[in-house]
């Protein structure tokens, strides 16, 4: 094989999102081009190209007229086994030169932003790449400006919706916080009262479930963009996964950076949730700012701050942004794994006596603001028609047509096997680790495993009596029930109980 | 296998710097554990440990109860073939809450400098971590404190050398130019007039030939420290490989990340250079910054500036440094490749008639500011003692009895194939891509084909009649030769001839 071209195998290793060629050190394409580890390389396959980041092969891994894909880069290049790609240097990433300026003290323009943003979406830049971008958008070092160009930018690097009508309502929580899925129970009495709300929501990435996993449970939520429309055409609103449609393709990129640094930046978090609601159709959205000591938003003055922010950045994109800040001080609801938090939302939907009090409050109070929002309850009226709407049960009518038309709706599954753990002494609940309870959800086998997780019995602050439940673990095998069951045999520390101060 | 063990494979894929951990996404520990790609794990072996970044396999490329690890991995773990290691969550880098505080704004003190240097030596920085440590350290965000600070750590954090003896005399370039091999003429006229220099260099990473890689065709210069030191007592100096022995061993890590980013941060370079000198045991230093529009340093404004952090760094760690700007607008020599640039050496050091003057100009210049510096020349008097020791033809012994006391003195070698280029046309020499040279002497072999390269047989502004000779392509074997021939055909703007302006 003669003039750059190598054979493509798919080597079947996951980089994440990092486009990855594998070449033979001793190849001549290598040896002629001068190829080595961590370069970067263009590869073309018909009219297709990718850029990818090279790792060296130094064994028989390869045969000498092949290179191997990530699975990312033979997702992007769309070429089948064994067929020949030609290799040769990139072009050098232009946009960087706009990264180097910020870090030295420049501030990005509209042209600047959108050079960037469109090689992030093209893959153009690397991981390091990425995270230097990252690193220059830290903290407040975007203005207002910058963020107005940036999320410009990521709303012309994707797809737009246009649904051909005003208002279209949506709603958006920065920052999860654990089993708070208010938003089946939002869009029902939204669209229940007259307003188009198409919600798309995303799955989980490290937690055990999203609002996605949830809702698949209760219905079908990957839909086309043309299903998508049909539904709302038909009922008013949706409850889909965001990951089938193509919005702001960027944002994910740029997101699983910031995640691996923790590296939070204010201007990059406005631009990635304006530019979603924009690229989706919004016209007004309501964002609810969680605010907590464990929570992403600590102190209602940077929620404040951010509030302004996400106010005037949407104002410049044309979207009108209400923000609340709520409560985020504990979990929301019992259930840990998605059937088991469709559970509580189908407890709130169908007003059974059983129904976690704190997911009800909170999704009526987010209903009341996005009815005000729309336009269908005057000012201070929201909660009254939110509360009559989800009381009279036109609310839970709506979902279930709203997941009739998506595909049918299904009763979320139970778990195979599920093991009650009681209460070693009396007491009362002093401290509760959400993350250790992520986990054991996650070992039982959360979010694969829909029917998996943990049902909660106790809260904060709840007097026990030795015996009592405090939670039941469900899982579909009994190995990851004993998996889960063994690791919190050793980490006692997931939920302490302690003598009541007397 | 159970408890977190699993078996290592060496999978022979070379990440560069980066250690990666090759895993079973359907493995019971990824299951477990929760690991998914670019997650970083624990890698434990017996008493050693390495944090490494996670790539998901999704293939039958390893075993159930496998794991592969990269070069880098396999190499810093040091366990062997199909020997069990455990996995778990690493704990979070404590000293990235150093960077995030950075660039928030924040100043690097002692102990943050300490921490961060400390943990990229250990390898418990991601790429993409390191990326947003070089975006912090960008431009001049870093006073002379905080270079101070990082200079200090980055000594601390690997092994010094010290020679028992003062002054021990260095020299450094700031930014190579090519072909600028002044390091073997300058040893020899230093270590002729009495003074110590154990100078240790570089090989080449992305050009064709470093002053470790053309110093190598003239005498071995991989020696332990030991040899080192033999000599340097026998002879008052050396021309050794710095990648032997351990000298701020973070420095090349940040210099890989700062060089993927093109992002050059003067607090970073002083920080380097400094550094690397007192390990090695320098009491006095001169710094080479050629100036020149495409030199690394472009103005002598920017020069005065590196050259003032310079001198105040090293004061600070008890080094004497001496900067001197030179000529930075045009290459030194005639050869492109380790044999051709030593012949360029060796003629100068034997006042052969048809020595490059240039390069003997240079040697002759830093020769004579290192023997001030050193204090066996009065101020002013340095160049006059440095041309009388070259041209009497003592540098030439010492330069031999270094070479004899390395290990014994070589002729460089001649390639196989040689191969004249002619002018095509009469003109001028208007232009000489010097990025397409390099790229032709790789092709050709270079620098791993110690006797392939270029010898340049015009400069540029030279009036040629057509037929004359440009250059020589020098190759060991045929099919290399005419890949660096081909490569130049197709693009003759590597050496343009234009008429000459009347």
């Known amino acids: 094989m003669n003039n750059n071209f190598l054979y493509l195998r798919r080597l079947g290793i996951d980089t994440y999102q990092e486009p990855v060629v594998y070449m033979r050190a001793d190849c001549d394409i290598c040896r002629a081009e001068g190829f080595s580890s961590q370069n970067r390389v263009r590869v073309s396959f018909g009219e297709r190209h990718i850029i990818a980041t090279v790792h060296m092969v130094h064994s028989e891994l390869l045969h000498h007229d092949e290179a191997g894909l990530s699975e990312a880069a033979w997702h992007l290049l769309g070429a089948g086994e064994r067929e020949p790609a030609h290799f040769s240097h990139p072009a050098p990433v232009e946009s960087m030169s706009f990264v180097r300026g910020k870090l030295y003290g420049n501030r990005f323009s509209q042209p600047a932003a959108e050079a960037i943003i469109a090689d992030i979406r093209d893959g153009n830049y690397s991981d390091i790449q990425l995270a230097a971008y990252v690193a220059a958008c830290a903290d407040q070092l975007l203005d207002t400006a910058e963020t107005i160009a940036i999320t410009r930018a990521m709303v012309a690097s994707g797809k ?4 051909g009508r005003v208002p279209v309502l949506d709603k958006h929580c920065v920052g999860g916080l654990p089993g708070n899925r208010t938003t089946p129970v939002v869009v029902a009495i939204a669209t229940a009262c007259g307003l188009t709300m198409p919600k798309t929501s995303s799955r989980a990435i490290t937690s055990p479930a999203g609002t996605a996993d949830t809702m698949e449970t209760l219905a079908p939520v990957t839909l086309s963009f043309e299903q998508m429309r049909r539904v709302v055409e038909q009922e008013g609103g949706c409850i889909a996964w965001g990951g089938s449609v193509s919005l702001s393709p960027t944002d994910d990129i740029v997101i699983r950076v910031e995640r691996a640094l923790d590296l939070d930046s204010e201007g990059q978090l406005v631009a990635s949730v304006i530019s979603k609601k924009v690229a989706a159709g919004a016209t007004h959205v309501l964002i609810d700012v969680p605010v907590g000591p464990t929570a992403k938003v600590r102190q209602e003055e940077m929620a404040r701050r951010l509030g302004v922010q996400l106010v005037e950045t949407g104002a410049a994109l044309g979207l009108r ?13 019992r259930g840990i794994g998605p059937a088991l938090e469709a559970r509580d939302v189908l407890r709130v939907l169908r007003r059974d006596a059983d129904a976690p009090c704190d997911l009800r409050a909170r999704a009526l109070t987010l209903a009341a603001a996005v009815l005000e929002l729309g336009g269908v309850a005057p000012p ?3 909660l009254a028609r939110a509360t009559a709407t989800l009381d009279s049960g036109a609310a839970w009518q709506k979902f279930r047509a709203i997941c009739a038309a998506q595909g049918g709706m299904r009763e979320p599954p139970l778990a195979r096997y599920r093991h009650p753990v009681v209460a070693e002494r009396s007491g009362v609940v002093a401290h509760i680790n959400m993350r250790s309870l992520a986990k054991a959800a996650k070992l039982a086998g959360a979010p694969a495993d829909k029917a998996a997780g ?16 405090l939670f039941t673990m469900h899982a579909d095998t009994r190995g990851e029930l004993h998996y889960a069951l063994d690791f919190l045999a050793t980490h006692r ?7 009541p101060v007397r």
Do not use: A, K, N, Y
């Open 160 to 163: 737009r919706f246009d649904w």
């Open 321 to 333: 942004v209400s923000v609340l800040c709520t409560d985020g001080t504990q979990p929301v609801g």
């Open 380 to 382: 201070g009226e929201g």
């Open 454 to 469: 943990i049902e909660m019995h106790v809260r904060l602050g709840e007097q026990l009596e030795r015996g009592q439940p």
């Open 493 to 499: 520390e997931t939920l302490s109980i302690e003598e």
